[in-house]
């Protein structure tokens, strides 16, 4: 039987809490808080946390093989090494368009990084989601899939590999793509549209369910492989952001809120707004994959538009 009923296990207050991953090599949860430029990791079974200070606003950050993350700060890929909490310059990402950051991010099973980027001040349709592979020779290759972003949020794969997921926040639009084994995007549809709050970032689980994270919705929805709605999961925040599979069995979801935008009316009546939260399931959410390890010590980049 479900228990699905969300507690807070670390009510840290995070002014935009973002981008849950599931580290299985550590038994850890790794986060972001994107206003407060910061990245946070919680130990379940020992209930420690662990807090470094980025020196950008950070939108996603995710394991690479060799123990490593590689880091979506404002201006660019980064890798952070947590043993010593430095930050080394990856590739540069849009540097004509200044007004853009990166936003969430997800390795697939094959070890493809999908990101997206966004108008910081979500009113234009600058941002893009892209795509990057390691190379041979350890350098990134990032190619633009699909652009007309506003905010942009959650790219996740099906279990099949075969259907992405990525929102349009500001568009409250969820939207479905066909992958093909290269990565190439296709079909572009409208999965599902909310009408109460905006689309944040998505995880699939085992059974192929999207899970939404539901900004000013106070919920996290959930979606069949066909579109059919199922009964949302409430959770005592206003703004809901991202949750992530991980324990032992990956049946422990864990959930990131924030606290940006709310008045003091919203936060007095919930107060653990910003707090990390928990709750077990059943079905099993996908097993976290991590990014290739470089290798080399410079890595290149290289840029396409979508054709």
């Known amino acids: 039987m479900d228990t699905m009923t969300p507690q807070c296990i670390w009510d840290l207050k995070a002014q935009l809490g973002e981008g849950p991953v599931w580290v299985a090599a550590e038994q850890a949860l790794y986060f972001v808080d994107i206003v407060g430029s910061a990245i946070h990791r919680y130990v379940p079974a020992i209930q420690a946390t662990t807090s470094w200070q980025a020196p950008r606003r950070p939108g996603f950050l ?5 123990g490593t993350f590689m880091c979506g700060l404002q201006d660019g890929l980064h890798a952070f090494d947590p043993v ?22 997800y390795v697939d099973p094959r070890g493809r990084l999908w990101f997206g980027t966004m108008d910081d001040g979500e009113a234009s349709p600058s941002g893009a989601l892209y795509c990057v592979t390691r190379e041979g020779d350890g350098t990134l ?14 790219p996740a794969l099906s279990p099949d590999g075969r259907t992405l997921y990525h929102n349009d926040s500001h568009r409250q639009s969820i939207y479905a793509f066909d992958v093909s084994g290269d990565g190439a995007l296709a079909n572009r549809r409208v999965f599902a549209r909310l009408s109460e709050g905006y689309p944040d970032g998505v995880v699939v689980d085992s059974a192929g369910c999207l899970w939404v994270g539901v900004w000013g ?18 959770v005592p925040a206003r703004n809901v952001t991202k949750v992530a599979f991980g324990g032992e069995d990956y049946r422990t979801v864990f959930v990131t809120t924030a606290r940006k935008g709310l008045d003091a009316d919203v936060l007095a009546a919930q107060p653990l707004t910003g707090g990390l939260f928990t709750f077990r399931v059943d079905v099993p959410g996908q097993e976290q994959a991590t990014f290739p390890a470089s290798g ?11 054709a």
């Open 62 to 66: 995710v394991p690479v093989a060799d």
């Open 84 to 105: 010593i909490g430095r930050f080394s310059a990856q590739a540069v990402v849009e540097p004509d368009k200044p007004g853009n950051r990166i936003n969430d991010g």
């Open 141 to 154: 290759r990032i190619v633009r899939q699909d652009e007309g972003y506003v905010v942009t949020n959650g």
């Open 217 to 234: 919705g106070g919920r996290i929805e959930r979606f069949a492989p066909d579109g059919q709605r199922l009964a949302p999961v409430m």
């Open 296 to 306: 080399v010590r410079e890595l290149g980049r290289e840029l396409h538009s979508p």
